[in-house]
């Protein structure tokens, strides 16, 4: 919540996620007040079933013990802990140099 690479929009999306996986948000409306602010009510609907839906999801598979990835690529994960600089570096002015000049605006319906 104190960090700068997130919107006040992004932090009240993140807020409301957290709230919804604790379940505590039903009781806290100062939470509500303050996604409110940030999203209507369609919006709060899709953030509230997105974040029950990965809760679902993450709950049924670790009940199961049934493995998000197959082991293999977990192990392929694992071994790629280390990043290089340069590698970092030539990814992220990629990103800049295919960056649009303009964003499409959402849809409002």
């Known amino acids: 919540m104190l960090s700068d690479a997130l919107t006040d929009r992004e932090k009240a999306a993140v807020l409301w996620a957290e709230h919804v996986t604790k379940n505590t948000a039903r009781s806290r409306d100062d939470i509500f007040d303050i996604v409110r602010q940030s999203f209507d009510e369609s919006e709060i609907v899709e953030l509230t079933l997105i974040s029950a839906y990965f809760n679902m999801n993450n709950r049924f598979m670790d009940s199961l013990k049934i493995p998000l990835e197959h082991g293999d690529h977990v192990n392929k994960i694992k071994g790629s802990g280390s990043l290089e600089p340069e590698k970092?570096?030539?990814?992220?002015?990629?990103i800049l140099d295919n960056w649009p000049e303009e964003f499409p605006k959402p849809n409002p319906d």
């Open 88 to 94: 970092v570096r030539e990814y992220l002015q990629t």
